[in-house]
């Protein structure tokens, strides 16, 4: 059984950066792609950044691009979401998600993630 658990959240100023991480657990995860997505009040929850486990291909949304940066340490099975110059818009539950098999392709499709973090609040004051 997958298990996912991200750390990082909080309140920060425009401008300023987090970090997220999430633990993986539970799985052989080098043939999967891991996601970040987001989900503010009352909006859909959407894809942020995506990498793949096996040779680090990565996706961003345009709205994240030159600034948030996906990473991952297989030491550690960990997956980190580097957060630079926040907006009042990045406010939003963060979400860690993972998709077995995933292609290049398939990274940015919601539905074919199969386990899910329990998200973790970021909050950018203006």
């Known amino acids: 059984q997958v298990q996912l658990v991200e750390t990082g959240g909080g309140l920060v100023q425009a401008g300023g950066s987090l970090r997220l991480s999430c633990a993986a657990s539970?799985?052989?995860?080098?043939?999967?792609?891991m996601g970040w997505f987001r989900q503010a009040p009352g909006k859909e929850r959407e894809i942020v950044a995506a990498i793949k486990w096996r040779g680090g291909t990565t996706y961003y949304a345009d709205s994240v691009k030159g600034r948030f940066t996906i990473s991952r340490d297989n030491a550690k099975g960990t997956v980190y979401l580097q957060m630079n110059s926040l907006k009042p818009e990045d406010t939003a539950v963060y979400y860690c998600?993972?998709?077995?098999?995933?292609?290049?392709?398939?990274?940015?499709?919601?539905?074919?993630?199969?386990?899910w973090g329990q998200g973790t609040q970021v909050t950018v004051s203006s």
């Open positions: 539970g799985g052989t995860f080098s043939d999967y792609v």
């Open positions: 998600a993972a998709q077995p098999w995933g292609t290049i392709e398939t990274m940015p499709l919601l539905l074919r993630y199969e386990s």
